[in-house]
């Protein structure tokens, strides 16, 4: 068969169901091929090459599969590049083939062309350009394999026009050597043990879980960590809902943005177990005075995160639920009860008292706090959410209780804008028994506004909630915090009416104003069939807190806006 059958076969091996892209003319021989295979493999057509791998990027966050995207070459390529940086960083399954000019052409600036391979070498976890179609099936085996173990990441694969012309006996390889590949999946037993060692002899303990329990499924043994050591949980912005929000453990998000009691947990504690987190910047505030009192157990799959932002005394190379598995054992062997931790978990209960989460609510505007807890009272944390990049993404994590880490979709290292809407949508086709709520601002929404045509074209079961402030709301939050309130180009004043866009795309259009239409907007918008967007007018300089401004250390907490302030930012003694 040719080459472009020999893609398709070799993606119904893989049990792919669905791929999202967008054609062109080097890539036309497989959208040929897919035509012929309608019925047995589904393809989502997107309105612009970014939306169809962050769709990808949904749909892999939300099932737990390798998502799949299809584009041509030149600008069809080089517009999925802010998507495998985005899955890069958030450790996203993605298997991306790109149309290439043929290989005569190559390299001699040739119509469309662009040299992606090379362009996408710092943004994936590893790259092919295909010249032999003898060796397209084992190629993308290998991606397949490279994507979904170790640590997953996005693979791409570069394909030329002619190379899907040729013809090639099919034969799909039963599996994948490389041996220069062997991810570590089991931790090393002495590191386990020294682990379980210092948690069992140390008071001050927390548990500070990230996005690789999710990844790896480990759910269910970090809760059971939890309970034998009887440790506080904080999870990161990529770890929110990998813990239940309302177990009287869970400090809540820690971070930039994250609840007074986990930052201070982390700072005063005298060790931290880190499950599948990479110590980012976020996290640390100023790294040379992150929990200084603290010895730190890290278990990462991937070998390059340990010591690389923090010293850590106990590296643990392996997967998130293995190696959960194997600190579970070592305690059945040693019969161990759960220290009391009696003094600690007093000083943690008496932060959460003195410090949550809070606001100022106002009867003539919406607070934007108030709109997320409200969302999740109507959706108890059941809705797939997304999010786009921005003070309404801080919201989300603050408020809103996902019920499992593939209900929680967000952009965490990369915090691209636009990408929310086509992550909703990747998401409701991956799970068409779930509605998936986007969370978006009116900035963040037009980015990837044209998505909206492929969230009706498709059915897809998407509720956007729009926090609209007529701001680009984190700069202007910095602006005023930082730049005496010079606002500089972040008025969104000429801002489209998203009521009459919603109903111009064929979807549904419902807006509130005051505190009063708040709760019937939103119940009526997430009861609707179909794609709604349901534009939310905010406050509109209400400021996202607590805070770590940058450059401070992770302790010095800004609680809420000085006019207001009670308690100054707290220096360790």
Known sequence: MRGAKIVVESLLEEGVDVLFGYPGGAILHVYDELHQAAGRLRHVLVRHEQGAIHAAEGYAKSTGKVGVCLVTSGPGATNIITGLANAMMDSTPLVVITGQVPTNLIGNDAFQEADIVGITRPCTKYNYLVRDVAELAATIKEAFYLAKSGRPGPVLIDLPKDVTAMEHPFVYPESVEIPSYRPTIKGHPMQVKRAVDLLQETERCVL??????????????????????????????????????????????????????????????????????????????????????????????DPTSLNKSVRCDVPIVGDAKTVATQLLAELDQRAARAPERHGWWQQLLDWRARFPLRYRDR??????????????????????????????????AQYYP?????????????????????????????????????????????????????????????????????????????????????YSEVGMKYFPDFVKLAEAYGATGLRAEHPSELRSVLERGLATPGVVIMDIIVEKEANVYPMIPAGAAHYEIVLEPEEDQDHSPRELA
């Not at 943005?257 to 990479?278: C, D, K, P, Q, V």
């Not at 997320?372 to 959706?379: G, K, V």
Request: proline fraction near 3%; charged fraction near 20%.
């Open 402 to 486: 996902a019920k499992s880490g593939r209900l929680w979709l967000t952009s965490g290292g990369l915090g691209t804008m636009g990408y929310g809407l086509p992550a909703a949508i990747g998401a409701a086709i991956g799970n068409p028994e779930r509605r998936v709520t986007c969370v978006t601002g009116d900035g963040s929404i037009q980015m990837c506004i044209q998505e909206l045509a492929t969230a009706v074209h498709e059915g897809a079961n998407v509720k956007i909630v729009i926090f609209n402030n007529n701001y680009l709301g984190m700069v202007r939050q910095w602006q005023a915090l930082f730049y005496s309130r010079r």
């Open 363 to 396: 009867q003539e505007s919406i607070m934007p706090q108030r709109l997320m807890q409200e969302l999740a009272d109507i959706t108890q944390g059941e809705d797939i959410v997304s999010t786009d990049v921005g003070q309404h993404q801080m919201w989300a």
């Open 208 to 301: 500070y879980i990230g996005g690789g329990v999710v990844s790896a499924g480990a759910e269910p043994e970090v809760a059971q960590l939890a309970e034998r050591l009887n440790l506080p949980v904080t999870p990161t912005l990529m770890g929110l809902g990998a813990f239940p929000y309302d177990d009287d453990r869970c400090l809540g998000m820690l971070g930039m943005h994250g609840t007074y009691t986990a930052n201070m947990a982390m700072a005063e504690s005298e060790l931290i177990l880190n499950i599948g987190a990479r110590f980012d910047d976020r996290v640390t505030g100023r790294v040379d005075r992150f929990a200084r009192k603290a010895k730190i157990i890290h278990v990462d799959i």
